[in-house]
């Protein structure tokens, strides 16, 4: 230990200690010479062996090589530029790709103690959940030994007097914000203890950003009484701007749950166990030193002692299985090839641009051959040769690390604005980001520095098996990415265009949110809005759905049919429902009001289960549930138009589903003049609620915007690859020619046309760029698989897409290796002979 | 023996012992040795320096100015008790090889 100490006092006095040294041999030597001993040792030399012994001599040959580099890389600024844009480039998406994991997943949310807080589900076999009613919740809070805390949440649409534009409210137990460590500014957070009964006085705090936007920030809101939905509450505080919340959604205003029937007018909500009651999401902080597994397992134990008292709620075999909770997104096994896919772009980029910047600097090294051989002949070893290259390497590897950072930070917050992600989002890069971007770096300056390295200092560079894998490599990278960008351009001008198998420019969706309701008050609900909807002019027909067409709700059934993972969409539906989208019958008929057992299934279903045959009397099991297709509809993927292995199944609804369902109104004429008709209708038959009228327009532009935002990503990401590519055979042609100036000349000499000088050059290119091409578009065909579900029904070995990225790729590296090859023209036959 | 490369291990050895007798200047440490040996042994300075400078990193030996026998301010190295029982330790070892060495001569 002592030893490293000296050691590092002796670098920080270095100087001195030198000095010194430099005296001890200097009075050494007068005094050997006064004796007679002629000493002829190289004096410098001695003191450097000397100085070893202190291990540092290291730091000054990198000082050497540094300093030695960075005139090396101002002397050619044309060269340092293009390989730190390259790098930059390379880095830059990468780093801009794990910055946006590591905001959504890696990186906790900006709450106290994040890592204690677990979010749970409901879990039975064949049966899970997010929603759990308050009452459980109330039970699990009341009996837990293991959370030192249980928090709800739920979400739901207020009015406000005067504004047209629903609010957005959280109701969540009075807890919640002090528990997450919100803090208000100004006024209080909800308090745990005063807020928390169903009697205490009805108050709200407002968002930051709901402050400022309707009430210009004013601090005099604070005690102030508002009326939402008619009814008045007191507004006691506003939660500070880093304040996050628990998800990516910030609400307006933050209100206890135990006021929330004050709102709608239904008093049962908060005990009933049922799926009728309030619906919540549920979170729990762990107490110190209780494990996750603890928590579920005491929960488990709950929930059995649960299901005696209520056996017609809780399922069979019930567990609260628990994930992180405090993370903007909690990770999920679907997700899982998402960022397969996501880090394979990356990589390739990075791959492509380390190719890039290896043919650079081969070309570079012929430029400085005669450097090397001068230095090789002053003395200098081939492992110093090496790490002075290497040295340089890394001088490029950090400057273009730092302009990558940079670049990922500014597309990280482009992003952010462009999306419309909360603010509280931010992109700076942490130390997760850091090392990443370190490790790449260092990582890119060994692959692409060690060997042109090695090549140059062995003064071997004419083998070109590393070239031609370079060339590949980068033909390869962006042969793929191209692909997969054409792809999902095709998907996305197909989905534009496409019939998705039903109609939906004429028809409004109108979300009631019947929370609270009985089946029977739903029914009545609808029974009347359906009757003053059909007195409408210009509307044409009113049909229900549990799960509307473009929707953000689905209930999917995994089944495997003929070997093929399928998700089976099931859809409750009254029998109006397939006239109002127009989706035909192709065989069989409707469903019928009554006949409970019946269902409809979709052809692209019929085509899986019974291929060729006549689906209609066949039996189909849903779950525990034996069904009767009755009639084959036209494959119309309603809830997730994207994905081309969906297939539907439609059921009549249960009575208990009616509180959920949704109605769709189909109109004659354009639909843009009935929304606000139809609006106030449905407001009319209840003040307390605000339903959601949607055009089915806007909800297919809304959904095509994820693949928009995915395609545009992917295009730039093709575009960056190919630039790469391009400018590593541009680098390479270069180099090709400029070390075949001798040939090229002889040739000519001999009386070779310019265009058999080109074949020449262009020949020791093709190879590799076909096999590139090649490796680039098996590769693609396999990445694309992961996207079949996003193609919009596009097939992944779409011909067009193949073609199209090939034919860019061959044209682009054609202009890439003619600009170079020029050079190769302008060769003075006589000249180049002689100077070599 | 004239210009023999000697071990580092028994050159180190020969310092400090060569320094147990009090605090010495680099080119009277030479001269010590080679006199001590009657003039058997020959430490360069190639070799005596780095020397030093293994025993300074070491902890072995720790240097202080001096004034030299010519007048001139030079530094001198002291042994330091780490520099001692590497001494001990380092001089039982020899000797445990050399008598091993001599036992294998005896018995062959």
Known sequence: ?????????????????????FDDMEFHREMAAQAGNRNFGNTLRLREEARDAWGWTWVDRFGQDLRYSIRMLRQSPGFTAMAVLILALGIGV????????????????????????????????????????????????????????????????????????????????????????????????????????????????????????????????????????????????????????????????????ARQPYFFNY???????????????????????????????????????????????IWKDERLPSRPGGYAVGIRHEMYPVFGLVATLGLLILTAACGSLGGLLLARGVAREREIHIRAALGAGRGRLIRQLLTEALVLASVGMFAGVLLGYLVLRGLILWTG????????????????????????AVLFGLMPSLQIARQRHRASILRQFLIGGQVAASCGLLIVAGLLVRALNHAAHANPGFEYQKVISVDPALVGYTPAGARAYFDTLESRLARLSGVESVALVSNPPLGNRWTVMAAEIAGRSIGIHINHVNPAFFDTMR?????????????????????????????????????????????????????ARLVSPEDSDAVEVYRLPDPDLLPSMVALIRTSGPPEGLVHTIESAARVIDPKLFPEVRLMK?????????????????????????????AGILGLVAYAVAQGTREIGIRMALGARPSDIMAVVFARFL?????????????????????????????????????AAVGVLGGAAALAMLLPARQALRIDPLHSIRHE | MHKKEMPSGALALLILRVLRAGPMHGYAIAQRIHLLSSEVLRVEEG?????????LLKGWASSEWGISETNRKVRFYRISPAGRKQLAAGWSDYGRVHEAIQAVFRGA
């Open chain 1, 1 to 21: 230990m002592n030893t490293i100490f000296r050691r590092i006092f002796y670098l920080l006095n270095r100087r001195r200690f030198e000095q010194e040294l």
């Open chain 1, 94 to 257: 990468n780093v801009a790709g794990f910055g946006f994991f590591n905001l959504m997943i890696l990186r906790p949310l900006p709450i106290r103690h994040p890592e204690t807080l677990l979010r749970f589900q409901r879990q039975s076999p064949g049966n899970f959940s997010d929603n759990f009613s308050n009452a459980t919740v109330a039970f699990y809070r009341e009996h837990s030994t293991m959370l030192s805390a249980v928090l709800e949440l739920n979400f739901a649409n207020l009015t406000i007097e005067g504004e047209a534009k629903p609010l957005h409210a959280n109701f969540v137990t009075a807890n919640f914000l002090s528990e997450l460590g919100a803090v208000a500014a100004p006024g209080r957070i909800l308090d745990p203890v005063r807020d928390d009964t169903p009697d205490a006085e009805p108050v709200v705090v407002l968002s930051h950003g709901y402050w400022e936007r309707q009430f210009a920030a004013d601090p005099s809101v604070i005690g102030r009484m508002i009326r939402l939905n008619g009814k008045p509450v007191t507004v006691v505080g506003v939660a500070s701007p880093e304040f996050s919340g628990l998800g990516l959604e910030s609400p307006d205003v933050w209100a206890p749950i």
């Open chain 1, 267 to 313: 008093n049962q909500a908060l005990t009933d166990f049922s799926e009728r009651g309030l619906n919540v999401q549920m979170w729990g902080r762990l107490r110190p030193g209780a494990t996750p597994r603890a928590a579920e397992e005491e929960l488990a134990s709950l929930t059995s002692e649960l299901r005696r008292q209520h056996p017609e709620d």
């Open chain 1, 421 to 444: 992600l909360p603010a509280w989002l931010d992109p700076s890069p942490d130390w997760r980001v850091i090392a990443f971007a370190v490790s790449l770096g260092l990582g890119t």
């Open chain 1, 583 to 635: 989706i035909p019958f192709l065989r069989g008929r409707n469903l019928l009001r009554g006949n409970k057992g019946e269902i409809a299934i979709s052809e692209s279903l019929a085509r899986l289960q019974w291929p060729g045959e006549n689906p209609v009397g066949k039996q189909f099991r849903l779950g525990t549930e034996a069904c009767t297709v009755v009639g084959v509809t036209g494959s």
């Open chain 1, 698 to 726: 806007e909800a297919y532009r809304g959904k095509l915007q994820d693949a928009e935002y995915m395609a545009v990503g992917v295009i730039v990401l093709g575009c960056v690859a190919l630039f790469l590519a391009c």
């Open chain 1, 767 to 803: 190879v590799p760029i076909l096999t590139g091409s090649l490796v680039g578009i098996g590769g693609a065909g396999a990445l694309s698989q992961i996207l079949r579900r996003v193609l919009y029904g596009i097939g992944n070995i779409d011909p067009v897409s193949y073609v």
């Open chain 2, 47 to 55: 070799s005596l320096y780095p020397m030093l400078q293994k025993m």
